[in-house]
Structures are given as C-alpha cells and as structure tokens.
C-alpha cells in the first residue's frame, strides 16, 4: 500500500523536463517480478534487493524500465545456466542506484572503456547475432539525460561484470 501526500512541491531541473512524477516501489517490484521469470528462463538464479527510503522520483518510467532491462538482458546472455545474477535497487542521497553483477565472463579493460560507446561490440567471439552495440550506449544516454552516470567493472563477489546505474531523484 503506498500513501499518497496531497502536497507537495516538485523543482524539476531542465534536463529532467520530460520526467513525470512515478512511484518508484511498484516499478522496482514489477521489474523484479520480470527479472525473476527471465532468470528462470535462462536457468539462472538471481537475487532482487530493493531498498528505497523515497515514494517518488521524477523520471521517464519508459526509460527508466528499458535501461534496467538492458542491463538484465547482458547479464542474463552472459551468464551461464546454473550461473547467479544479483541486482540491488537503492538509493544514495538523491541518487537511484541499480547495480547488477552476474557470474558470466566480466568485462574485459577495453570493454569496461568502450562498453558504453555506440556500436561497440566488445570481444566478437561473444558477440551474439542479436547484439548490435546498442544497450549500454542507450543506458549511459538515459543516465546522462537524467543527471546521472553508468559504470562498468568487474564483480569482485561473483567473478563477472558489473554494472551500475546511477540517476539523479529530483
């Protein structure tokens, strides 16, 4: 149940101007839910935590939805069935953070350099068909547009990448 506060004032900075004022706990427990049924479907597991103090951020939910499915999409092609995929929702001051780490590969140091570049494809052998160099390239764009940044590395936890997407609440 989420209660709805009658008043309340939004400064909504220029480059959010096409943001809406969202319920961010049913986005991240309806993308958890997705992300579960994807995990099962790849043989993987994965573990949603979502720990949020604020009802409400001021974003793109169309964007917001495509970029945490990106990310779960990588990790889900490049972890191997019986491999894990973690995925924490937070927040950090006024920042979302969506960081999800996997037990595929990792990230080479050129790819944790280029990953975001348009068109970059990374290592070709584990390039699929369906994989044009566009994802994470659409990630950082959003993450830019919504004050905000990507970062990739490797998960020292888990052995495979990382990802963490940062954006700006208010």
Known sequence: IF???SQFHISVPAYKSSGKYMGIHSISESFAENARVM???GGQSITVVISLVSDYIISDRQMLLR???NLLDNASQYTPKGGNIAVKI???GDMLCFQIEDSGPGFTEEDIRRGPEQFYQGDRSRN???HYGMGL???QSFARQQGGKL???NSDSRKGACVRLEICTK
């Open 3 to 5: 209660v709805y506060r």
């Open 90 to 92: 937070t927040e950090d």
């Open 137 to 139: 390239f659409i990630v």
């Open 151 to 153: 970062i990739l590395s």
């Open 128 to 130: 699929s068909k369906s």
């Open 67 to 69: 970029a945490w499915e």
């Open 39 to 41: 995990a099962a479907a």
